[in-house]
């Protein structure tokens, strides 16, 4: 698990084949006071930290900057708060949040619009790069379209697991086929961990 761990703080949390800029704002709304997640402690368990949520994304910072201007208090507090040379911690999957990615970025989340619904998680190689491959769920999807319709900017989704953002997509590919991929410069083994953690909460 010491392993998958280092993999988990090695993801690259912004890159996108899509063509994602996840350092521009990425919602059409603002947090309010109340959306306020607190850090939470991790989950003796394990359950928690092994969901996978997907999030709409409200911003992206580098990790030593401030929140958004108009972020407010208590979310600006957290974003603070939160540092990404530390371990994880997830959070509540209702709850506006915090999360970092690669350790240089840090986001604010919107509350999960969907939660698991992973149908398959399998590393592949594509054009000579290993990636994950993901596919979720008809009714994750249907979820997906139906945000994108509603949407006067579809946002970008961030793709959570355990508290760290394992990479940020735009909304379409997930809406229209159910689908997407996770890459990052790591290596087969690599691949293969991540896809078996994201593959521990497909139920069998």
């Not at 974003?79 to 990615?101: H, I, S």
């Not at 970008?156 to 760290?164: D, H, N, P, R, V």
């Not at 909304?171 to 691949?191: N, V």
């Amino acid at each position: 698990m010491i392993v998958l761990a280092a993999v988990l703080a090695l993801v690259v949390g912004c890159s996108s084949s899509d063509n994602d800029d996840p350092d521009a704002a990425a919602s059409s709304s603002s947090p309010t006071e109340s959306d306020g997640d607190e850090p939470s402690d991790p989950d003796p368990t394990g359950k928690q930290s092994g969901d996978v949520q997907f999030r709409p994304m409200i911003a992206a910072r580098p990790a030593d900057a401030g929140a958004p201007a108009d972020t407010p208090k208590k979310l600006r507090r957290n974003f603070a708060a939160t540092d990404c040379t530390e371990d994880p911690r997830p959070a509540k999957a209702k709850k506006t949040t915090v999360a970092c990615g690669i350790g240089d970025t840090k986001y604010l989340l919107d509350p999960a619009v969907v939660v698991n619904s992973l149908t398959s998680a399998q590393a592949v190689e594509f054009r000579g790069e290993w990636v994950v491959a993901v596919i979720v769920s008809s009714e994750a999807q249907q979820a997906f379209e139906t945000l994108a319709e509603s949407a006067d900017n579809p946002p970008l989704i961030a793709i959570e697991q355990g508290g760290t953002v394992l990479q940020v997509r735009g909304i379409a590919q997930l809406a229209d086929k159910g689908r997407t991929s996770i890459d990052g410069d790591f290596d087969e083994r690599e691949a293969a961990e991540i896809a078996e953690l994201l593959g521990a909460t497909i139920d069998s």
